[in-house]
């Protein structure tokens, strides 16, 4: 049995507001006493807002802070593995948005680091906490579609970020489909062995001229045999697309995307229905509570998270495949990717 | 066992050419010898058309033709009653287009004749041929979805038609929603014993000064104890709207609009369908196809008509009652229609 | 401009728990500082679960502590035009639970006394918040379905309420069709002048021996000419179905039900979609914190309440047209209810 | 302008027997004067059944009919492109199932003997008549999408056909998705020049046996940028899964599933719609009518056939293509399929 968990936030931009107002509002069974952010500004408005007892531009302050037992960490991705490794060092238990880092050696050091100090890590998945998504595996898992062959994803964004977000973002494989890359997996409950890429510049030719790709198909061949496709995109100009599709040997589940209501209207012209909710915060924002939820519960009743940190680094793996099979145009099995 | 059956086609207006080409094309089991219309080159045109050997104007050639063994009778609604009469007396099945009459002494009479002569007698509600109605009925009489409560039957149609034929139409109830009335009793398999009418003039003020209106709920109660409403327009300005839903102790069924193809677009403004069939030529084609097959298939094989004279009559009656219940505002029992 | 609003909350039964914990985490514009319950460990059990300093069995706690500023109703029904009145003699604005009270008379002077206060009154017909019928009303009043003809609401339980209940509840038509009343109002924008009632025990024995029947269609004719019907159960075993349709001269706007995902399963023996949530705690909360938010900004704002007095007013007077309606087996119009 | 077209019929198998029923009662255009098959009886089956005044085991009974102008040629595959050349050879008009053969060499000839000829020829690629494929590559090629990015396939069949059959089929790619093919060409009205295939042995370990797989995803490369995917699988328990999807600048159009009926049943379980209509028969037979009357119509008016002997042509060289893609693991240019 346990209390309340303690909590400090690092980083106070957009994703980290959004798990400051659910660690105050939403689950009672977190404290958060502590924000840091590099901007104090920021630390200090995100305090303010959502009643935080601390803000302070150090991050350090959350870090030595004995009566903080877990670190939410939300500061830039570069320095998401340096995080890991001083909250470890420290004894606290940590949640960390994804990617954990570009770099596979750095990476496996935060893992290590993890490992040896005994604390808990989730990563943040968060559309593993969809409803949707949650009810695609437990359908599959129960065998209602008998066995898995063939995974269908769409993941298409409603609009691309800035141009100057995209030169630093590590390229649309690790930045956009790495979020199916886990959804993959998390679904057939098995690991991709190999991917193919076929992709291209469609949405905007300055993507093109950063060195990326703003549309692709990826095809997946798992170890169980399964084959799959994600297809993405970074602009469907009817919102945010977010669907699966899993067929078997005893049938097929699939969802559909979220509207804002369910209002149709049939009109002389035609029978016109809502588009999906726009972007992720608004499709998600039940799932980011949820994920938070079971990461403060894990910590309480001493389990081990639902997304680990080996669940946070085999798809920053897959995205390296896939940039690789882009730029070779041939199949490339994971194995291939270097690991050390 | 029997053979072909020679068939005679009474009327070829819009309803008549129809069945006429059903006959000619889609019924393998009918030979249609003889076409009749009181307009000689209507009559004519269709017999060319549709590769019939006789058109005449006078339908006694048909009625007196020995070789013809059954008769479908599209002529005018004033004309029915004593066609039937005729074919009874020359020995002859019948297929009749509803209404069989507006009055209800001229129904018994005919119905007498028929009984009297021992033919066959179906009337044209093709609706109950249609496959969703169809499969509606069979899910309810089946108990898919336990005792029947409430039913709800949504009938629009696209257009008013031209005054000229609201004026002698008998009025939206006798006109209409007899078709809605028959569906009731079919879906539910009971007789209704009341009905309530709240109605008025929204599409076109020209009904109301014809003496009609346009716009109607209508309330039924069934003997088995069964509620049920329907509502009707003269003008869905989206199409033909034909739906019914029916609710039970052990759950739901709904059936819902055809249309051309199931193409959805999503676009910036929405997700966009398509319309349903526009009228019930085109929403009812195959149910069409399936009554007159059904009507030769009886013959051939001396069974009994799946829409019996009775069927036929019952929803005149019920016509009566709403149009009471509309000028008198209050429910009125179907034991209140004068069947004199 | 304004800063938090002192809250008290008078009945921490089911729905004055709901209150609390939006009050308490989802409307940071509130400080609930008060609750008191007929039973005072159900009052103090509610303050320390959402953190309410001041736990009470009596409610003048409330009504006489001069830093509250609005009161929620949530006590039973039989003591709500009572509170009412004390609330608004002590200068209080109101947020009270629906029904107002069953004794019209009682309506009006606790009516009376807001008016003389000057405090805002609220009434929780909550459903009007429900985004889906929010944007039907939206839809209509913009005109998007040209003028209104036809008004469909489908409202069916998923289990009916004990029978002990039952007895006290002022029967279907007082204590659920209440809701569909307002409902119909608020997408038609108009009065309604008359209603219909075909109705039945077709759920359980038990509730007509209670004196209440549990099924039923309601026709409603509206001043401006709409016609409308409501269809209510007590048993939907697939849950809590919950529809409305409004049809006009220019198309028309239907919303469907809400289900918790949607996960649609193709297997050999049909294709099978979710349910739809299960009662109205699951279905509306939204709707609820919606309904509370308007409040306190209306009070913040010195705006009029969106659901006045009025509003809580007159669905009480056609829940007594319809069981009149029942009672005699005609339509009966609104002025007819005795309202001296 | 001109009269009724003489035809010929040449095999009269399922596919035969099934042109054969739409000559005879569904197009009054044509006038099917005689039928072949190398199984007599079968022939004088056939021609029985739809009053066809000549029946006949050898082919050239119809070949060397001065009054035919129009042979149908629904004979086994391996005849297809001889057929074709005796016709051309004959002056006759020609309709040929797909494909037109498996060896390059021989499709050429016969495209030649035909362009020599001067005589029409139409491949029977008939899911491009399909009211849902057709509104679909409609609204791509209207802009309804803005540019095409992406092209979903979805095409699996509710069971394999016999082990016997899959031996002489020529595989997966040109016996199934052949048709696919024929339709990504046909949407995106590009030329595919690179594909790469993953696929497996999933649904029955016979097929593998036999050299050939029953579960496939294909990527497509078209010329004009766009690139797709197509996943077939050889069963589909739930029955014929026929869905499409284009995405582009502008938006999305996908196309569902027919059903016999839209019944939908909700109890305390779920929610129960119908399956897809169960195979090619019940879900296509409307295009094999319209597929026929186009051709006949060509004939008639000396217009160019809707499907040249080049789209047959191909799909069988994309179908090659899509093997070696297989067979290498690597994406396979369609210049790579040795055509000499």
Chains 1, 2, 3, 4 share one sequence.
Do not use: W
Not at 11 to 16: F, H, L, Q
Not at 325 to 335: D, W
């Amino acid at each position: 049995m346990s209390g309340k968990i303690n909590v400090g936030l690092i980083g106070a931009g957009r994703i980290g507001r959004l798990h400051a107002e659910h660690l105050a509002f939403r689950i009672p069974e977190a404290n958060l006493v502590a924000v840091s952010d590099i901007i104090l500004t920021t630390a200090q408005k995100c305090g303010a807002e959502f009643g935080i007892p601390t803000a302070a531009q150090d991050h350090r302050v959350i870090m030595e802070n004995p009566d903080i037992e877990a670190v939410i960490i939300c500061s830039s991705t570069d320095t998401h593995s340096r995080m890991i490794e001083e909250a470890a060092g420290a004894g606290k238990h940590i949640f960390c948005e994804k990617p954990i880092d570009f770099n596979l050696a750095r990476i496996d050091r935060a893992l290590a680091a993890v490992e040896k100090a005994g604390v808990k890590l989730q990563i943040g998945f968060n559309r593993r906490f969809d409803p949707n998504f949650r009810r695609v595996r437990e359908l599959v898992a129960a065998g209602k579609i008998g066995e898995p062959h063939i995974l269908r994803i769409t993941s298409r964004d409603p609009a691309p970020p800035p141009i100057e977000y995209i030169k630093v973002s590590g390229g649309i494989f690790l930045d956009m489909t790495i979020h199916d890359f886990d959804m993959a997996r998390y679904l057939i409950s098995s690991e991709v062995e190999e991917v193919y890429v076929a992709a291209g510049v469609m949405v905007d030719p300055a993507i093109g001229e950063a060195g990326d790709v703003d549309t692709a198909i990826i095809t997946l061949r798992f170890e169980n045999g399964v084959i799959g496709t994600i297809d993405n995109s970074r602009r469907a100009v009817y919102g945010y697309d977010q669907r699966v599709e899993v067929f078997g040997s005893g049938g097929m589940v699939t969802v559909s995307n979220k509207t804002p209501d369910s209002a149709v209207v049939n009109d002389g012209q035609g029978v016109h229905g809502p588009l999906p909710l726009y972007f992720f915060i608004e499709r998600y924002v039940d799932s980011y509570i949820a994920e938070m939820k079971a990461f403060i519960e894990c910590v309480q009743q001493d389990r081990t998270p639902p997304v680990t940190g080996v669940d946070g680094r085999i798809p920053v793996v897959m995205g390296y495949a896939a940039r690789k099979s882009y730029e070779e145009n041939r199949p490339v099995r994971l194995g291939e990717v270097d690991t050390a």
